[in-house]
C-alpha cells in the first residue's frame, strides 16, 4: 500500500481540530501546519500524535507549499481543520492507494453546512475546487493569497465520497471569516492592478445574490440558502470591493 502523509493549516482549531484529525488517522503521517495559535490547538494535535510545525502565515498559496515540504511521503491529502472525510471518501482513497494510482490529482466533491442545513443548491455543491489526494512531486500551488489553485499537467480522477465541510457554525464566524477572506481577496485584486469602480458596490453584490439564488436554485435550500445569499453578496462581495476601494485611497 502506498504510504501518504496528511497536512492540515490551523489558526486557534481548538473547537474543530479533534475531529478533523480523527477523520484521517488512518493516514501514515499528519502534518500540523500552525499559525502560532495562542488557544489549545498545537496541545490537541500533539496528543493525537501529529507533527506539529509552526509558520507564521502570510498567505494561503505560500503557506501550502511550506506544508508540502514537511511531508514525508510522496502521496499528500490536503485537509482544512473544518474539514472531515466522510467513510465512503475513506474507503476510496485507501482502495486507490493499495493499487497502482494512474492519477497525480484526485478531488473529491466538498459539503458544506452552513448554520444548520447541508447546502445542496446555491453553487456550493460539488465543490471540486481542491484536490483531496494527489503527488506532490506533480503538484505546486500557484502564488495566490486566496483561493488557491493547483498546477499540475493531466486531468484528475473523481472521488465520489463527499469531503464534509463545516465552515460557519454561526452568522458572527460567517462575518469573522468574511472579513478575513476579503481582506486577502481585496489585496489580491489591488497586487494585479484591478481598478475600482462605483458599479462593483451595486452590481456586484446585485448579480453575486442573483447568481447563487437564482442561477444556482438557492432558493431550493429554504431561508437557509436565502440567509447565506444574502450574506454572501451583501457582506463578503460587497466589502472586498470596499477595502479595495480602501488600499487605492490610502
Partial sequence: MNKVSAYILTKNEEKRIKDCIESIKWVDEIVVIDDFSSDNTVKIAKSLGCKVVQNKFEYFGKQRNFALKHCTYQWVICLDADERVSQELKKEIESTLQGYLKFD????????????KWIMHSGWYPDYRHPILFNKSKVIYKDQLVHEDIDYKGKPFYFKGDILHYPYDSIKSFINKSDFYSDLRSKEMFQKGKKFKVVNLI?????????MYISKRGFLDGITGLVLALLYSSFYTLMKYVKLWELENK
Fill in 105 to 116: 490529482v484526485y478531488v473529491a466533491p466538498r459539503k458544506s453546512r452552513f448554520i444548520n
Fill in 203 to 211: 452590481v456586484n453584490p446585485a448579480f453575486m445574490f442573483f447568481k
